[in-house]
């Protein structure tokens, strides 16, 4: 080979190696997903960052059918989900990364039953729940409360509390035309306190001057739901792409750690399993 070829060569070969064989080590962590969990993962990483100052965790919401679009596209790292991938979703997964990725459970949760503190129903059975927000039953009235109109508040079609609501409550039936919707359970509870009417739905760990109804009899407490006698609970969920390696398997360690679960349990939500930090 020629002197001015070889060196040619040589720096060609130093590029590719600097450029392609070593693996870009980040620092930033990127959620993107449901609302539900905006506040629980906020939190999360607000602890993990001041044990860990080099890291940086940027959260944010906008729904979990949007998180898992980010997660397909590749623009952030976990997805944070309050239900599981639909068909369709898992589909999309496949077909981009070769696989349906990775979920991990991070906690339990109820979903709560949001009444005005001055409306005297705070006690619904199952199946009236579903009537309200299907539209069968519209006055309280018939439920020994007011004689006024109810109205149902409802989370926006991108929430995994909609989908997940409409599934298992009202059992595939559609929302009632007349339900109110608000882009976060934040809101919801909102307008749950500024309406004595109104009626929601949303995360055992949202707080508020808001009462959360018992389902049958049962509150949403930790107690009941742990021992699964509240009749509407969830896991929580974490997905990524592929296995987690680095700053992410690092944080979603510490997530599943007893240290992490104590931030779940403070946030107003159900750890995994028995833990008295």
Not at 47 to 60: A, C, D, F, L, Q
């Amino acid at each position: 080979m020629k002197p001015e070829l070889y060196k040619y060569f040589i720096i060609l070969l130093l590029i590719f190696n600097s450029c392609s064989f070593r693996p870009v080590e980040t620092n930033e962590i990127k959620i993107v997903g449901s609302d539900t969990m905006l506040e629980l993962t906020s939190n999360l990483a607000e602890h993990y960052m001041k044990e860990n100052p080099g890291i940086s965790i940027i959260v944010e919401g906008g729904g979990t059918a949007e998180g898992i679009k980010a997660l397909i596209k590749n623009q952030t790292d976990i997805c944070t989900a309050s239900r599981n991938l639909k068909p369709d979703e898992a589909k999309l997964l496949a077909d981009y990364y070769g696989s349906l990725g990775l979920v991990f459970l991070i906690a339990k949760d109820a979903l709560s039953i949001y009444v005005n503190p001055n409306n005297p129903v705070k006690d619904l059975s199952f199946n009236q729940l579903k009537d309200i927000y299907s539209g069968k039953t519209n006055n309280w009235a018939k439920l020994n409360g007011k004689d006024a109109l109810i109205i149902p508040v409802v989370r926006n079609p991108n929430s995994g509390t909609y989908l997940y609501f409409m599934e298992h409550v009202l059992e595939g039936s559609e929302y009632t035309a007349n339900s109110v919707t608000e882009p976060t359970t934040k809101e919801i509870v909102k307008f749950v306190e500024e309406n004595e009417n109104a009626i929601g739905y949303g995360g055992m760990g949202y707080k508020g001057n808001v009462v959360h109804a018992k389902i049958n009899g049962v509150e949403p407490s930790e107690n009941n739901v742990r021992n699964d006698t509240y009749p509407i609970i969830r896991y929580l969920h974490f997905f990524t792409t592929k296995t987690p390696g680095g700053a992410i398997k690092k944080f979603i360690d510490w997530v599943l750690s007893p240290s992490g679960q104590s931030v779940v349990r403070k946030s107003g939500f159900i750890p995994l399993w028995e833990n008295k930090l």
